[in-house]
């Protein structure tokens, strides 16, 4: 007798496309801000489901796409906003190009769907085999792929309150991914067994929740976390410098931190261009209080390259990190040749900066370490470990106004909560417009500022030391954990064949 094996596919109702692009737009309920982290684990296994009793890879194909297509389409439809309300592009063009994105990312699903369907009659523990590994490599490539957008990895979901953020420390987001869409296919199958793999898997999550795999280093920093709230649309407008600057002069000023953080390119100035006179007075109110300011600010060369920055001033020497993993489109032009025509499009101010080195070392700041990152640089979580494990503190800086009032904002900061989670770090997360926030070393949001609001966040941070695996290993042991599933799968179906 062969292995069991998956029951004979039956005609699914008419309604199955449907159902396939109404499970992908539902996953969003299991990311920030609602958290709902069960969501994606149904919505996910429904998908199973339906490639479970599809006759055709076209079929399979076909589900994968719609369900990508409603993921993606629900997810990151705030695209649109940078490019028609803050990037000036036509509102037919933005939704077309916002449109040509989603279904771009919706092609990654749609081909898991087709490789699944050869295994299909393969047995059902290959099958549960393959398709969490073939979901999890589908977003290693995406997050690398024409620079990447790692942006909502299934793994993303779990964090902090999923047992399954347990394994973050150990396998990073994608091994997080990785044991959600196991559970899914096994919840899919609906088998005693495989369910009890799962749950196994959910208990032992739990459980490494309780390690500690770093520890705190020194005594708790005061942070002050500047947030100006300077609209998108006034930002880089003239008549709105002068107040910009009085702003965050007045705010730097008032905050008690030995650390100040401001936010990305707070200054819309080249830092050769700002008054000596009023970087003394940010660097003098840091020294006041024994420490430090970070500034964000874009930094020019005489031979015309220019930087998205970030500058400390006050008790240290001067130090400068520069953004290394830039946004296609919205801060280079990739392929100029090709795509320079779009820089006419888009009314985006500093959209071709140079690329930073991919190693720098930790800033040297009020007593800490810090491992600074740029607006999207947190979403790649294995560049970020490159200043580990020497930084004992994360910061991020951003300006997700370019997504207005949407859920972007929100799903950056379970991104940073994530990074946190793995590196074993306090979070700092400085931001223009939200969402700005101290997050602790299990992935907690401790403190946090309203959106849209004009503020100072102050609270304290801990410094940390030490490495988890995930820093040790970084995206190596989920990448591995899917090759022996695979390649297990594989010699399972070999030797089935070898019998028959």
Same mark, same amino acid.
């Given at each position: ?34 958290? !709902?982290? /069960? ?13 479970? #009793?599809? #006759? ?30 803050y990037g000036a592009m036509p509102l037919p063009l933005a939704l ?8 771009? =990312?919706? =092609? ?27 979901? @999890? ?20 979901? *779990? ?37 009890? /793999? ?11 929740? *309780? ?27 003239? $008549?709105?410098? @002068? ?8 705010? /730097? ?10 936010? $990305? ?8 261009? @700002?008054?000596?006179?009023?970087? $003394?007075?940010?660097?003098? &109110? ?8 970070? /500034?964000? %600010? ?17 008790? &240290? ?42 190693? *720098? ?10 491992? %600074? ?12 470990? #490159? ?12 300006n997700d106004a370019w997504f207005g009032d949407s859920i972007a904002?929100?799903?950056? !900061? ?5 990074r946190a989670r793995e590196t074993g770090r306090y979070m700092l ?18 403190? *946090? ?35 022996? %599933? ?15």
């Amino acid at each position: 007798m062969g292995p069991p094996s998956l029951p004979p596919a039956r005609r699914l109702p008419r309604w199955h496309p449907v159902a396939a692009l109404a499970l992908g737009a539902v996953s969003v309920f299991g990311f920030a801000p609602f958290y !709902l982290l /069960v969501v994606p684990l149904l919505s996910l296994a429904g998908l199973v489901w339906l490639w479970r #009793h599809q #006759h055709t890879a076209r079929q399979a194909m076909l589900s994968g796409f719609l369900f990508g297509l409603g993921y993606f389409g629900s997810g990151v439809s705030w695209v649109y906003i940078s490019l028609h309300t803050y990037g000036a592009m036509p509102l037919p063009l933005a939704l077309l190009a916002t449109g040509l994105f989603c279904a771009f =990312l919706a =092609l990654f699903p749609a081909a898991i769907g087709g490789l699944q369907h050869r295994l299909r009659n393969a047995g059902t523990g290959r099958w549960l085999l393959a398709i969490p590994a073939l979901w @999890v490599l589908g977003e290693w490539v995406r997050g690398w792929i024409f620079t990447g957008f790692p942006w909502l990895a299934v793994g993303y979901s *779990q964090v902090p309150y999923s047992p399954l953020a347990g394994f973050a420390p150990l396998l990073g987001v994608y091994g997080v991914s990785l044991l959600l869409a196991f559970s899914a296919a096994a919840l899919a199958l609906g088998r005693l067994r495989y369910l009890a /793999v799962a749950a196994a898997l959910w208990l032992a999550g739990a459980g490494l929740t *309780q390690i500690h795999w770093t520890q705190p280093v020194g005594t708790p920093l005061a942070v002050s976390l500047v947030q100006g709230n300077i609209a998108q649309d006034l930002k880089w407008q003239p $008549e709105k410098l @002068v107040s910009t600057l009085r702003d965050y002069r007045d705010l /730097v000023a008032a905050s008690p931190g030995r650390l100040i953080i401001l936010p $990305e390119t707070a200054i819309p100035l080249f830092h050769d261009e @700002v008054p000596a006179s009023y970087l $003394e007075d940010l660097a003098q &109110a840091a020294r006041a209080n024994g420490g430090d300011v970070l /500034v964000g %600010m874009p930094e020019k060369f005489p031979d015309g390259r220019y930087y998205n920055s970030m500058l400390s001033f006050g008790s &240290a020497p001067t130090q400068t990190y520069r953004k290394f993993h830039l946004v296609p489109f919205g801060e280079y032009i990739p392929a100029k040749p090709l795509f320079g025509w779009i820089i006419n499009i888009l009314h985006i101010p500093l959209s071709d900066f140079a690329r930073g080195d991919a190693y *720098q070392l930790p800033m040297q700041v009020a007593g800490e370490q810090v491992a %600074m990152n740029i607006c999207y640089e947190d979403v790649f979580g294995e560049e970020i470990i #490159h200043q580990l494990p020497h930084a004992t503190l994360l910061v991020n800086v951003s300006n997700d106004a370019w997504f207005g009032d949407s859920i972007a904002p929100w799903q950056h !900061l379970q991104i940073s909560q994530m990074r946190a989670r793995e590196t074993g770090r306090y979070m700092l997360r400085a931001t223009n417009t939200g969402a700005t926030a101290i997050i602790d070393a299990q992935g907690r949001v401790l403190r *946090q500022l309203p959106l849209f609001t004009r503020a100072t966040l102050n609270g304290t941070a801990q410094g940390y030391q030490g490495m988890t695996p995930f820093v040790r290993w970084g995206n190596r042991a989920a990448l591995l954990l899917c090759g022996l %599933m695979l390649a297990t799968a594989w010699l399972m179906v070999r030797r089935t064949d070898y019998r028959r």
